[in-house]
């Protein structure tokens, strides 16, 4: 079955940091574009970050110097290190297979920084 | 303020049809960028809906239809249905950001 499964989540102070994965199945991830899309509490979808196939990644402004998307090609998985987190980085974060489109997403894992 | 525009609801009696609409700029659906719309039902994740501004992935029903013109783009939903109450999302490519970008997303409400 191709499917992707996030893990990682969790509450962490404002200044932490936090290191989520996307275990792949089906498919594999170093041949292909992948994201992670976040989205906040009641908000809309915001991209966070892409790493190509070819290894070269790209962010966004709000999260440029503060995360970081690597794979490990064995293990067929996608991370995103997020440090220096901020209450604003609060969301669900998914993972995403970035063909022309977002064609297959995780199902999600949560976020939440609070002291 | 998202870079695509989108309406925050749109509402429809069950059968009827309904648009939703997704504005953009140069620098993304009027710079050629494809559009592609999803569908994210309460509690789940998003699930694409159409790609490549008018293409339907296997297994989306052909009740489903999306265009593009300009700097614009719509994604159109006959026959609706009880289950087709969700939020919908418009996401292209802008040049200007050098990334990805989604509308603000529509909550459709079957009445």
């Known amino acids: 079955e191709v499917q992707l499964v996030e893990s990682g989540g969790g509450l962490v102070q404002p200044g932490g940091s936090l290191r989520l994965s996307c275990a792949a199945s089906?498919?594999?991830?170093?041949?292909?574009?992948m994201s992670w899309v976040r989205q906040a509490p009641g908000k809309g979808l915001e991209w966070v970050s892409v790493?190509?196939?070819?290894?070269?990644?790209y962010y966004a402004d709000s999260v440029k110097g503060r995360f970081t998307i690597s794979r490990h090609n064995s293990e067929n998985t996608l991370y995103l290190q997020m440090n220096s987190l901020r209450a604003e980085d609060t969301a669900v974060y998914y993972c995403a297979r970035l063909l022309d489109a977002f064609d297959m997403w995780g199902q999600g894992t949560m976020v939440t920084v609070s002291s | 303020q998202s870079v695509l525009t989108q309406p925050p609801s749109v509402s429809g009696a069950p059968g009827q049809r309904v648009t939703i609409s997704c504005t953009g700029s140069s620098s993304n659906i009027g710079a050629g960028y494809d559009v592609h719309w999803y569908q994210q039902l309460p509690g789940t994740a998003p699930k694409l809906l159409i790609y490549g501004n008018s293409n339907r992935p296997s297994g989306v029903p052909d009740r489903f239809s999306g265009s593009k013109s300009g700097t614009s783009a719509s994604l159109a939903i006959t026959g609706l249905q009880a289950d087709d109450e969700a939020d919908y999302y418009c996401q292209s490519y802008d040049s200007s950001l050098s990334g990805w970008v989604f509308g603000g997303g529509t909550k459709l409400t079957v009445l």
């Open positions: 790493i190509y196939s070819g290894g070269s990644t």
């Open positions: 089906g498919f594999t991830v170093s041949s292909n574009y």
